[in-house]
């Protein structure tokens, strides 16, 4: 154990100033989420079971703040992260906006009273009913995606005698450098629209008086550790910009896009602090308003999935730890090869260690959530956790297998709350039939 100790370090020291692991540490043998026995509440709630921090959120929104003082941007909290409302409702108790991609997250919005004035609204494929619902719901920007979504939504402002305001998103053409899957930067992607295409639409933004299009989005892709890739983005947005300003189209936001990466295992990312110096300089003097939209920077590391093993299983070649959580609940490792960090809810510090696959019980190979893992022998019954889950974890989960999708906690110091309740074989076939002409 002596090695995940200094993991638990080094994650904490880096960590004060990036996505921050230090509100799930070891008291003794036994792991603790802020002032919370994690096995208490295992106990009460059963696995699977997400497990959120409330500080670590907080103090990830307070990092940015802190970093972007200067120039108080507006912080749109990427909802597609982590939805659950008492998560959202945390962060914009704290003031952040939110940014949404759907009608169902436009909904989750309403839910929890975001003042629509901090809501921005992205997307490739919004359809005519989101549109028409965002707009009377009165949100801050639509992130236009294409010249066929800017119609749309043009037709249905007129309709509804509203006026919207629009930001294009930009394909600055960038490589982020991070998984292929979450690279959105790089022109071959589905993402933002061209240069050109974008200063024609701003030279014939009069062709629309139900659109205010005063706003450029860019977002070039998620989990990116190192600072060159926006640097780069963001020199040729304001370079765009200037370009567009003298030719009269005046900017009122440009949004930042998310795409900071955090520590699942040994990253070094850049913090908050070294983000804001980087970039800052680039807008010295401009009038614009800047809006960030981070996702997983704000809620990964606050979060964890706790399952227990149901038994090892052990081959001519292999340790297979078999347990109740898997690609249905967390499907990252599956689908990005991601790493999550393994931990015991109780250390064995003595026991001998051997190596794991640590597998679901999807009938699928593809179902694991860590390789080749070096742990204290494991047993039936023990609960491990998997760190680093609070973003893109609940939200990916499925009923693959027709298993319920887990139950999500969240800790506020002392206490904890479910903040949605496992999922029982009612709601799996809720809204189901089967018509009479069958059987
Ligand atoms: N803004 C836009 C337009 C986005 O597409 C995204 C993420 C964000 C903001 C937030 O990015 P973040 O700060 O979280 O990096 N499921 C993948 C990640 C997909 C990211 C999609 N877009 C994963 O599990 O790694």
């Avoid at 567009?244 to 900017?251: A, H, K, N, S, W």
Wanted: charged share 25%; aromatic share 10%; glycine share 10%.
């Amino acid at each position: 154990m002596g090695k995940m100790s200094k993991k638990i370090i080094r994650q904490g020291d880096l960590g004060f100033h990036t996505g921050a692991m230090h509100d799930f540490y070891y008291r003794g043998k036994e792991l603790y989420c802020e002032k919370v026995r994690v096995l208490d509440i295992v106990r009460k709630v059963g696995t699977p079971v997400y497990i959120y921090s409330h500080n670590t959120l907080i103090e990830h929104v307070e990092k940015l703040q802190k970093a972007f003082q200067s120039v108080q941007p507006l912080i749109c909290y990427s909802v597609k992260a982590n939805s659950n409302l008492a998560v959202l409702k945390s962060l914009i108790a704290k003031g952040t906006g939110l940014d949404i991609v759907s009608g169902g997250e436009l909904y989750r919005a309403k839910q929890v009273g975001c003042d629509p004035r901090k809501i921005v609204y992205a997307g490739v494929g919004k359809t005519e009913p989101e549109i028409e619902e965002a707009l009377r719901y009165g949100i801050l920007l639509f992130n236009v995606e294409s010249r066929p979504e800017l119609e749309l939504i043009h037709q249905v402002a007129q309709r509804l005698k509203k006026r919207a305001n629009i930001s294009l998103r930009i394909n600055p053409g960038v490589d982020p450098r991070t998984h292929h899957h979450i690279a959105t930067g790089k022109l071959e992607s589905t993402f933002g629209i061209d240069l050109d295409t974008a200063r024609q639409i701003f030279l014939k933004r009069f062709d629309y008086p139900s659109l205010n299009i005063c706003g450029i989005h860019v977002h070039i892709g998620s989990q990116i550790v190192k600072g060159e890739p926006f640097v780069e983005a963001f020199r040729k947005i304001v370079g765009f910009i200037d370009s567009l300003e003298r030719e009269g189209v005046r900017i009122e936001t440009l949004n930042l896009g998310g795409g900071l990466g955090v520590i699942y295992n040994d990253e070094v990312p850049q913090t908050a602090d070294q983000f804001a110096k980087n970039i800052l300089s680039l807008f010295k003097g401009k009038k614009y308003r800047l809006i960030l939209e981070p996702g997983r920077f704000i809620v990964a590391n606050g979060g964890i999935l706790v399952g227990r093993v149901l038994w090892v299983k052990q081959t001519k070649v292999k340790n297979f730890a078999v347990t109740d959580t898997g690609m249905g609940d967390l499907i990252r490792p599956s689908l990005y090869d991601a790493y999550h960090e393994v931990w015991p809810l109780v250390r064995k510090d003595h026991a001998r260690k051997l190596t794991y696959d640590i597998v679901g019980p999807i009938c699928e190979s593809g179902d694991f959530l860590a390789k080749e893992r070096h742990l204290a022998e494991l047993e039936s019954g023990d609960y491990l956790a998997f760190m680093t889950a609070g973003a893109y974890g609940f939200v990916m989960a499925s009923n693959y297998n027709s298993r319920t999708r887990p139950a999500e906690v969240l800790v506020r110091a002392d206490r904890f709350a479910v903040v949605r309740k496992r999922e029982d074989f009612h709601s799996l076939v809720a809204g189901e039939s089967v018509p009479a002409f069958v059987g």
